[in-house]
């Protein structure tokens, strides 16, 4: 089902001539109204009357993280406080964190944004959404959870953690729709695999929604055939509103973007220069219509590419490629460049082992080392080494040929590698904790 098919299936030329109004309008109101802008703008001779259509984008300032950081908390904000009406704040690794307020008209577009992916789920009265994000400062509990109150779906707001009472209540009360991380929706497989009370086909999921991190086809795989539910992913940030810049339809071949709302460009991130249609680079966007904070071509770091061609479901908007990951989850080891996101692929080709996995990197005698922590699922575990050899050998030789580099692997027991309610935290690279130090 299509949410608001008048935007989501309008003409490539409609849509243009829309993201041209909305853009002039929001560049006048940052120059206007916020300092930093005005300053940006004034330093690259740019005014607001440059800006004549979607084109020109490429003419304005870019914003990034440190910006907004330097602008803390507030300094972006465009309108008066009193036409504030909620915080939220996304934690990040170190620092501060990054701050997003919003005016009513923000929360109603936010709502709509998550409104038009819970859609492709058919989500609508009648509807249990359990909202397993977080809720707090965090986006994705309280995002999602206005998105099924706009779909006039039943909201169940469980929030993250206490995963025996969330399954119990998805049996009982009959949850259709799940929204939480996929880390999170894997855990929650778990516990349910665990319980005799309570089997997969006895509930009523139909759908998840499942984002705030990268995760492969394999986990999807995996969450489809465990929850019996389709996965659908569901994409966001802070910056922009939270959950719903783009989600993807029930065809799974990329996130469409709500692009009447956030305008994607691709650049290189070291010439900084837009890349070719189509090719991979990391993901900028501009808001069209966000009133508390307008943001002008920030930077996510979220590495990707867009997809022009049509999709089959209709929708005409440009399609976001599966995330990568970020710059900043990029391991340099032995000057390989390695993603996690990488390892769960390879590890999810392997049905003998959980999707679970934990990297250490570390600089030993000048060298850096790469250990890789997997489990075995429970009927091929063994804690006798020789009984672990014939599982690691073929996972260590496709991460070799794959990734390029050679890692340790340590098999552990089903359930060792510690599970997450929210964001799942895949590395430790022992390296920047000693340069932190020195
Ligand atoms: O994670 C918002 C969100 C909540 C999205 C719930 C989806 C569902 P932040 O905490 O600001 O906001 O983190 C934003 O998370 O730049 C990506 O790196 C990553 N991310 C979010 N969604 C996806 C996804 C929320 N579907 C950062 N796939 C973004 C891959 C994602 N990465």
Not at 13 to 32: F, G, H, I, N
Not at 86 to 106: F, L, M, Q
């Amino acid at each position: 089902m299509i949410h608001n098919p008048e935007i989501e299936c309008m003409s490539r030329e409609d849509m243009r001539k829309l993201q041209s109004e909305r853009l002039q309008k929001t560049v006048k109101t940052c120059y206007e109204n916020v300092p930093f802008y005005k300053r940006k703008m004034d330093e690259m001779g740019v005014k607001p009357e440059d800006i004549k259509s979607i084109d020109d984008i490429v003419k304005l300032p870019f914003t990034t993280k440190h910006d907004l950081r330097d602008e803390y908390p507030f300094g972006l904000q465009a309108v008066p406080q009193s036409e504030i009406r909620r915080i939220h704040a996304s934690s990040g690794t170190t620092g501060k964190p990054v701050v997003g307020t919003y005016t009513e008209n923000d929360l109603k577009m936010w709502a709509e944004c998550v409104a038009r992916v819970l859609a492709v789920g058919d989500v609508g009265p009648g509807d249990i959404v359990q909202v397993a994000y977080g809720y707090g400062l965090f986006t994705g509990g309280l995002g999602a959870h206005d998105g099924a109150a706009l779909r006039g779906a039943i909201q169940l707001p469980t929030s993250s953690g206490n995963s025996e009472k969330q399954t119990m209540l998805m049996k009982d009360f009959g949850t259709t729709a799940l929204c939480c991380t996929p880390s999170y929706a894997l855990h929650l497989a778990e516990v349910i695999e665990k319980n005799p009370d309570i089997k997969p086909e006895d509930l009523k999921l139909r759908v998840g929604f499942f984002g705030a991190e990268p995760w492969t086809w394999g986990i999807r795989r995996e969450l489809e055939k465990k929850l019996h539910l389709k996965a659908i992913d569901i994409y966001g940030l802070t910056e922009m509103c939270g959950p719903g810049v783009g989600g993807e339809c029930q065809f799974q071949n990329g996130t469409h973007v709500a692009e009447d709302m956030f305008y994607p460009e691709i650049i290189n991130p070291e010439t900084l220069e837009p890349v070719a249609p189509g090719e991979e680079g990391e993901l900028v966007f501009t808001s069209l219509c966000k009133e508390a904070m307008p943001i002008l071509r920030y930077r996510t770091r979220d590495l990707t590419h867009l997809i022009y061609e049509p999709c089959e479901c209709g929708r005409t908007s440009v399609r976001l490629g599966k995330i990568l990951g970020r710059s900043d989850d990029m391991l340099i080891i032995r000057g390989v460049n390695v993603f996690p996101s990488q390892i769960e692929t390879v590890l999810t080709e392997f049905p003998v082992f959980t999707p679970q996995y934990f990297i250490t990197v570390d600089r030993k005698n000048n060298e850096d080392t790469f250990d890789l922590d997997v489990e075995l699922r429970a009927e091929y575990f063994s804690p006798n080494p020789s009984k672990q050899m014939p599982f690691i050998k073929p996972l260590y030789d496709r991460i070799v040929s794959m990734v390029g580099i050679k890692p340790n692997i340590h098999i552990k027991e089903p359930g060792n590698i510690e599970r997450s309610i929210g964001k799942a935290k895949h590395v430790l690279d022992k390296r920047t904790l000693l340069a932190d130090w020195k």
